[in-house]
């Protein structure tokens, strides 16, 4: 986060192993008093200790003010941000966090949700799950991870209203209990709206086979944890333009418009800068972005009028931003 916003002094009540590789973590208000509400599929910020800040999703029930949970995979690929939540937050610890953050709601009105989840995203899918049953909505959750060992919240899952509704696929057992992703999303359903979160290439095979079959964008609805990197060897240089002042601002190759927009004292409010939170979303006026993000719709992307700076950078010479 690169601009002042209001912060939650909260305490690491509780630490959990949930699973190999897997902590779940309970943060209550430094104060005693209850946290801000919040809607099924919001995470908040988390500032860590050595200076990193990490989103997590939320995985408790919405309805609770007394306590946020959340759940972290020891990833060894991250840039730092679980091994610091794995190693340095300890139960008694006092942290920082933003307010709750949703970029990942649940439609309204919605006829029947289908939940898709990969590995550690089942965290803002268990929440959605557990609110739709208290809502008495028609569901289905199918999560799917590398072993029953690296699978968080089984038992929990297990004794709650929803376990009949829920399908455990694991990459190590028999083909039979495989998810067939092409198969469940062969057809589009009117008024069925699926929600998909966890590693990118399990969220591109589900998108992938959704969109092939048709669905209507609108109804489908995913969250990206990290980007993957993206060749940068051709990059060149453009311009940013400042809407409110004609400023102008050169993006040199190999630098995001955020840092050069930063360097030339214009701070723009990010978070993961990796383009997959939408903090930094910026409405574009002229010019054609080159969208790098995760988290625009394919739609959103082609319209042109909006992008993420902390990521994305242009294919025309100039950009003229609304800043």
């Not at 920082?96 to 949700?113: T, V, Y």
């Amino acid at each position: 986060m690169s601009a002042a916003m209001p912060l939650l002094q909260v305490v690491v009540t509780r630490k959990t192993v949930e699973a190999l590789d897997i902590c779940s973590f309970e943060l209550a208000a430094a104060d005693g008093h209850p946290l801000p509400a919040f809607s099924a599929g919001a995470h908040v910020d988390v500032l860590l200790p050595g200076g990193l800040t990490r989103q997590y999703s939320l995985c408790n029930d919405p309805a609770e003010t007394h306590r946020y949970q959340l759940g972290v995979l020891r990833d060894a690929a991250s840039r730092g941000g679980s091994k610091a939540m794995h190693d340095l937050v300890q139960e008694g610890q006092t942290l920082q966090i933003s307010a709750p953050k949703n970029h990942f709601p649940l439609a309204h009105g919605a006829r029947r949700s289908l939940l898709l989840a990969g590995g550690i995203g089942i965290t803002p899918i268990l929440c959605m799950a557990e609110r739709l049953a208290i809502t008495g909505a028609a569901f289905e959750l199918h999560h799917c991870t590398r072993s029953r060992e690296r699978t968080p919240f089984v038992e929990r899952i297990r004794g709650s209203s929803f376990a009949a509704r829920t399908h455990w696929h694991f990459d190590d057992g028999d083909a039979a209990q495989k998810l067939d992703i092409g198969a469940l999303l062969a057809l589009p359903r009117e008024g069925e709206h699926v929600y998909v979160c966890g590693p990118k290439g399990f969220m591109d095979a589900v998108l992938g086979a959704a969109r092939g079959a048709g669905w209507p964008e609108a109804q489908l609805h995913y969250e990206f944890f990290g980007a993957a990197p993206v060749a940068s060897d051709g990059d060149a240089a453009f311009e940013v333009q400042l809407a409110s002042s004609g400023r102008v601002v050169v993006v040199p190759p190999g630098q995001s418009v955020v840092k050069a927009l930063a360097a030339a004292g214009v701070e723009v409010l990010t978070s993961c800068e990796q383009g997959v939170c939408g903090t930094c979303l910026t409405r574009v006026l002229e010019g054609q972005p080159d969208h790098r993000d995760q988290y625009l719709t394919p739609e959103e992307q082609a319209a042109c009028d909006q992008f993420l700076p902390c990521c994305s950078r242009a294919r025309s010479a100039r950009l003229v931003l609304d800043l």
